[in-house]
T-cell receptor, first 114, second 111 residues
Framework: EAGVAQSPRYKIIEKRQSVAFWCNPI?????LYWYQQILGQGPKLLIQ????????DSQLPKDRFSAERLKGVDSTLKIQPAKLEDSAVYLC????????????FGPGTRLTVL | TQLLEQSPQFLSIQEGENLTVYCNSS?????LQWYRQEPGEGPVLLVT?????EVKKLKRLTFQFGDARKDSSLHITAAQPGDTGLYLC???????????FGQGTRLTINP
């Protein structure tokens, strides 16, 4: 069974530029999560989707971050414009159920904002 | 302020030694999970504990959930270099659907 796929694996941009990350969850997993993991910290949930609907986006900085999961399968996370403090690893995870369940994480995208 | 505090944040020990990592909170969790994360990879689930006082064993790893479901510990016996990694605890607050992660314990086992 294929795991959670993410691309790109690495991205370097300058502040005020835009960037987008892509995630393809495990087939059949209805719930998809985007996390931000700053160096030295644990992952912080940015947004949780159940199929193509948003369950929780309370910690998503909506002035610059956006995410969509239009067909209830893959998802994109966008930052526009990026700030220095956005430098982090962005992790995508998926699970069968919306309840705290076994979450399967992708390898992440390491973003560096210069 | 972290909802889940892990200690120690860094631990470097010799192969064969035993160690314990702690995950503490003032909040009650309906379940708690432990993950291990290696460089360049996402976290991988090790165990989920749901009952206060529950103890689970995974080979040389022993996980315990506190009686009040506010804390947890991970004990490793006879640590191996392959145990090296970032250990994360994550809790589900009662009534919530999301996980809250601790800041992690970076463990290094030296041969």
């Amino acid at each position: 069974e294929a795991g959670v796929a993410q691309s790109p694996r690495y991205k370097i941009i300058e502040k005020r530029q835009s960037v987008a990350f892509w995630c393809n969850p495990i087939s059949g997993h209805a719930t998809l999560y985007w996390y931000q993991q700053i160096l030295g910290q644990g992952p912080k949930l940015l947004i949780q989707f159940q199929n193509n609907g948003v369950v929780d986006d309370s910690q998503l900085p909506k002035d610059r971050f956006s995410a969509e999961r239009l067909k209830g399968v893959d998802s994109t996370l966008k930052i526009q414009p990026a700030k220095l403090e956005d430098s982090a690893v962005y992790l995508c995870a998926s699970s069968l159920n919306p309840e705290p369940d076994t979450q399967y994480f992708g390898p992440g995208t390491r973003l560096t904002v210069l | 302020t972290q909802l889940l505090e892990q200690s120690p944040q860094f631990l470097s020990i010799q192969e064969g030694e035993n160690l314990t990592v702690y995950c503490n909170s003032s909040s009650v969790f309906s379940s708690l999970q432990w993950y291990r994360q290696e460089p360049g990879e996402g976290p991988v689930l090790l165990v989920t504990v749901v009952t206060g006082g529950e103890v689970k064993k995974l080979k040389r790893l022993t996980f315990q959930f506190g009686d009040a479901r506010k804390d947890s510990s991970l004990h490793i016996t006879a640590a191996q270099p392959g145990d090296t990694g970032l250990y994360l605890c994550a809790g589900a607050l009662q009534g919530a659907q999301k996980l809250v992660f601790g800041q992690g314990t970076r463990l290094t086992i030296n041969p």
